[in-house]
Nanobody
Framework: QVQLVESGGGSVQAGGSLRLSCAASGYIYSNGCMAWFRQAPGKEREGVAA????????YYVDSVKGRFTISQDNAKNTLYLQMNSLKPEDTAVYYC?????????????????????WGQGTQVTVSS
């Protein structure tokens, strides 16, 4: 059983930065996909970024390309999301997710229904 615990959320002004962390415990897939999703009030959960656990392939939604960077530290079983140039529209609860199998391609990597394990979420609030 994989357990995921997010941290690093908070409040920041537009243009600021935050780094989210996701500590994973239990069985970690050597060939899996881990991702960050977000959900704003009244909106559907949206895939933000994903990374293949067996390598360096990454996937991003267009709205965060060039601003967000997903990375992993396999020695620490930790997933990160560095968020720069934050905008008010980035405000949401951010979730970490994991599943077995490669990320394959962007639309699958960022599809919430494809993921098995989820963290509890961490709030990110960006003020203008």
């Amino acid at each position: 059983q994989v357990q995921l615990v997010e941290s690093g959320g908070g409040s920041v002004q537009a243009g600021g930065s935050l780094r989210l962390s996701c500590a994973a415990s239990g069985y970690i897939y050597s060939n899996g996909c881990m991702a960050w999703f977000r959900q704003a009030p009244g909106k559907e959960r949206e895939g933000v970024a994903a990374i293949w656990t067996g390598g360096v392939s990454t996937y991003y939604v267009d709205s965060v390309k060039g601003r967000f960077t997903i990375s992993q530290d396999n020695a620490k079983n930790t997933l990160y999301l560095q968020m720069n140039s934050l905008k008010p529209e980035d405000t949401a609860v951010y979730y970490c997710a994991a599943r077995s199998g490669s990320c394959a391609y962007t639309s699958l990597a960022l599809r919430s229904s494809a993921y098995t394990y989820w963290g509890q979420g961490t709030q990110v609030t960006v003020s203008s």
